[in-house]
């Protein structure tokens, strides 16, 4: 008589195999690097502010899906001069009112339909083709991959500093590869921060966050660079009040 077998472990196991197996190819490209503009911080000190290049002078417009009820970010580049497209179909409004604040009752994903709709289609009807360089701040809940792998290249490159919050990291496939592979084109990291809202997963001994924000900056900007080796940055902050979670040492170069 055959034993039955319990499948669900096992196809976790593989799950988490495939997983990091898919990270290791794309971790040497995502360590962060050093460059001339040192990292300043936008935003409250807490969830909802973080760390970009100090190279905003010139930076026309912010873009910033996933609003939820706080606004902090999008009002400090606001009080800098810049216009500020915000969208969410969850909320009514942000959570600050500024004459520079452009508002969406819009979900960001891979289709315009319903109350979803693409970047391109949202840039559309917001900017001027002659609009010069954005900034990009992306927490849209898993969203992100589908979204930014429905973006234009010409669109993607007209942000100078991109700051997203990828989710399902420990769950790794080839379209989110895709996402990555399609920023770093143009673009280079220079900072990672784990969210603490949540507990890694471990795979074997290896903790891998589940989420975790980005900071990338267009290479056009970059006069010269080196690799990053220590975390966390003095300026990163905690998310939440759980524990404390440093970033695992096999996402950066070490000395």
Not at 108 to 119: Q, V, W
Not at 158 to 177: A, Q, T, V
Request: proline residues 7%; contains cysteine.
């Amino acid at each position: 008589m055959r034993h039955k077998i319990n499948s669900l472990p096992f196809i976790k196991r593989l799950r988490n195999s495939i997983s990091f197996y898919l990270l290791k190819r794309i971790l040497p490209v995502l360590h962060p690097i050093t460059t001339d503009s040192p990292l300043i911080r936008i935003g409250p000190q807490g969830d909802g502010g973080y760390l970009v290049p100090d190279d905003l002078e010139g930076i026309q417009a912010c873009f910033s899906p996933g609003v939820s009820s706080i606004s902090g970010f999008e009002l400090e580049c606001a009080n800098r001069g810049m216009d500020v497209f915000l969208a969410d179909a969850s909320v009514e409004s942000p959570e600050h009112e500024h004459p520079r604040f452009h508002f969406v009752k819009n979900f960001i994903g891979d289709a315009t339909r319903g109350n979803f709709i693409t970047m391109d289609d949202w840039m559309h009807e917001s900017i001027d083709e002659e609009t010069g360089d954005l900034i990009l701040q992306m927490d849209i809940e898993g969203w992100e991959y589908k979204a930014l792998n429905a973006i234009s290249e010409k669109n993607m490159n007209k942000f100078r500093i991109i700051i997203i919050e990828f989710h399902g990291l420990d769950y790794l496939l080839g379209y989110k590869i895709n996402t990555f592979r399609r920023i770093l084109k143009n673009h280079s990291c220079v900072h990672i921060h784990p969210n603490n809202c949540s507990e890694p997963t471990m795979i074997g001994d290896v903790p891998i966050p589940r989420m975790m924000e980005f900071t990338f900056y267009r290479n056009d900007r970059i006069k010269s660079k080196k690799y990053q080796s220590t975390f966390p940055h003095s300026l990163d902050r905690d998310c939440t009040s759980n524990p404390t979670f440093i970033l695992p040492e096999y996402w950066y170069r070490k000395p």
